[in-house]
């Protein structure tokens, strides 16, 4: 199996290393990484399927907004992803534009272990390296 992210050394948060072959991949990975610091992302069941979008001005931002997406779909629908599918992720005229789908099931503490909340996503550390075969992406979240 190959390595789809790793948690980065960060004295109280969750630092973020999440990897790719492109900006989708490694923006799916970094979902992948958020929920497995909330839960154990085995134990998530793809019973259903969502559609998410989200835009922001950069590239940075868009990141921002995707993992605060999936934060929020947790905290208002108490839907848990395992697996995530981005379709596309396009520069418009007025920056950038992700979409998605993801599979997962409602949040049933029995089966989903607790791990930490999550309070929010940082800017701080963030960075998205490009390399001609490889993506990677760092992010903060504050727990």
């Given at each position: 199996?190959?390595?789809?992210?790793?948690?980065l050394?960060?004295?109280?948060?969750?630092?973020?290393?999440?990897?790719?072959?492109?900006?989708?991949?490694?923006?799916?990975?970094?979902?992948?990484?958020?929920?497995?610091?909330?839960?154990?992302?085995?134990?998530?069941?793809?019973?259903?399927?969502?559609?998410?979008?989200?835009?922001?001005?950069?590239?940075?931002?868009?990141?921002?907004?995707?993992?605060?997406?999936?934060?929020?779909?947790?905290?208002?629908?108490?839907?848990?992803?395992?697996?995530?599918?981005?379709?596309?992720?396009?520069?418009?005229?007025?920056?950038?534009?992700?979409?998605?789908?993801?599979?997962?099931?409602?949040?049933?503490?029995?089966?989903?272990?607790?791990?930490?909340?999550?309070?929010s996503?940082?800017?701080?550390?963030?960075?998205?390296?490009?390399?001609?075969?490889?993506?990677?992406?760092?992010?903060?979240?504050?727990?």
């Amino acid at each position: 199996m190959k390595k789809r992210f790793k948690f980065l050394e960060h004295t109280a948060d969750a630092y973020v290393e999440a990897y790719g072959t492109s900006l989708e991949e490694a923006f799916e990975n970094a979902a992948m990484a958020t929920l497995d610091v909330m839960t154990e992302l085995e134990k998530v069941e793809p019973k259903i399927e969502d559609v998410l979008e989200v835009e922001a001005p950069d590239e940075y931002a868009l990141l921002y907004s995707w993992l605060e997406e999936i934060l929020v779909k947790f905290e208002l629908t108490g839907k848990l992803y395992s697996r995530f599918k981005i379709s596309s992720i396009e520069k418009t005229p007025v920056g950038w534009k992700l979409k998605a789908k993801a599979w997962g099931e409602p949040y049933d503490p029995e089966k989903h272990p607790s791990k930490v909340g999550i309070k929010s996503i940082t800017y701080h550390r963030m960075e998205i390296v490009k390399k001609p075969k490889s993506v990677t992406v760092r992010f903060i979240l504050d727990v």
